[in-house]
């Protein structure tokens, strides 16, 4: 005389999820982004990237509460590829010049060229996505004890000589730069008097205590910013 019952299935849920965890961990594979560095004239790929990978937790706890409720389904893993943010492909078509920006320096004295040229040396720089850099921050201050050199600057409505002079004309060639290459400008003031080696509000003036220059990338690669100053 046999009798049935009926016998509800159980299984401990949070032993499954461990068990997806421990499977993550173990199958969890970063992704590599093509490595750039500056090198002397332009930027270098020296390194390719590699795809990552991970487990996808969710469509895996799917899958096993229905092998054990049901007896079917995959027993393959759903691992989804994880892309890098920098391809060696999209690194290779990226490293090419975006804009070029010049500004005459010929009518300067060696003083102040000397000041032009110090106060961009700073800027052979990469810039990485969301990156802000300050003009002052990263000069630093304008004094004989750096380096600088006295020269013509302005002060107010009238020129005198100040340590540093110059230096706005690097901060304004940096600016033109900047607005060509799509570079977001947080901070940019103008001179009190107009200047002669950029056009009407394309200037950029820069002091230690009021007046800066700075930007943001807001763009989705880093860029590369080369300087040089030459007797023109």
Same mark, same amino acid.
């Not at 290779?92 to 000041?115: C, H, P």
């Not at 700073?122 to 850099?133: D, K």
């Given at each position: 005389?046999?009798?049935?019952?009926?016998?509800?299935?159980?299984?401990?849920?949070?032993? %499954?999820?461990?068990?997806?965890?421990?499977?993550?961990?173990?199958?969890?594979?970063?992704?590599?982004?093509?490595? &750039? %560095?500056?090198?002397?004239?332009?930027?270098?790929? %020296?390194?390719?990237?590699?795809?990552?990978?991970?487990?996808?937790?969710?469509?895996? /706890?799917?899958?096993? &509460?229905?092998? %054990?409720? =049901?007896?079917?389904?995959?027993?393959?893993?759903?691992?989804?590829?994880?892309?890098?943010?920098?391809?060696?492909?999209?690194?290779?078509?990226?490293?090419?010049?975006?804009?070029?920006?010049?500004?005459?320096?010929?009518?300067?004295?060696?003083?102040?060229?000397?000041?032009?040229? /110090?106060?961009?040396?700073?800027?052979?720089?990469?810039?990485?996505?969301?990156?802000? &850099?300050?003009?002052?921050?990263?000069?630093?201050?304008?004094?004989?004890?750096?380096?600088?050199?006295?020269?013509?600057?302005?002060?107010?409505?009238?020129?005198?000589?100040?340590?540093?002079?110059?230096?706005?004309?690097?901060?304004?060639?940096?600016?033109?730069?900047?607005?060509?290459?799509?570079? =977001?400008?947080?901070?940019?003031?103008?001179?009190?008097?107009?200047?002669?080696?950029?056009?009407?509000?394309?200037?950029?003036?820069?002091?230690?205590?009021?007046?800066?220059?700075?930007? /943001?990338?807001? =763009?989705?690669?880093?860029?590369? &910013?080369?300087?040089?100053?030459? /007797?023109?």
């Amino acid at each position: 005389n046999p009798v049935y019952f009926d016998a509800p299935l159980q299984y401990d849920e949070a032993l %499954i999820d461990a068990l997806i965890e421990s499977m993550y961990q173990a199958l969890y594979r970063a992704p590599v982004n093509a490595e &750039i %560095i500056m090198d002397s004239d332009r930027p270098e790929l %020296i390194g390719d990237s590699a795809e990552g990978q991970e487990l996808d937790r969710g469509a895996a /706890k799917e899958q096993i &509460i229905s092998l %054990i409720e =049901t007896g079917e389904g995959s027993g393959l893993l759903p691992v989804m590829t994880l892309e890098p943010d920098m391809s060696t492909e999209l690194a290779q078509s990226g490293l090419e010049l975006i804009v070029e920006y010049k500004t005459d320096v010929s009518a300067r004295d060696y003083n102040s060229r000397f000041n032009v040229r /110090k106060a961009l040396q700073y800027f052979n720089m990469r810039v990485s996505p969301g990156e802000t &850099i300050d003009f002052n921050a990263v000069v630093g201050p304008r004094s004989e004890a750096r380096g600088f050199r006295e020269a013509t600057e302005y002060i107010g409505n009238t020129t005198g000589k100040g340590f540093g002079g110059g230096v706005c004309q690097a901060s304004s060639t940096l600016y033109g730069a900047l607005l060509k290459a799509g570079m =977001t400008i947080m901070s940019r003031s103008p001179h009190s008097m107009t200047v002669a080696y950029v056009d009407p509000s394309l200037d950029a003036a820069v002091t230690e205590t009021s007046k800066n220059l700075v930007f /943001k990338n807001e =763009t989705a690669n880093p860029i590369f &910013i080369y300087t040089e100053v030459t /007797k023109e």
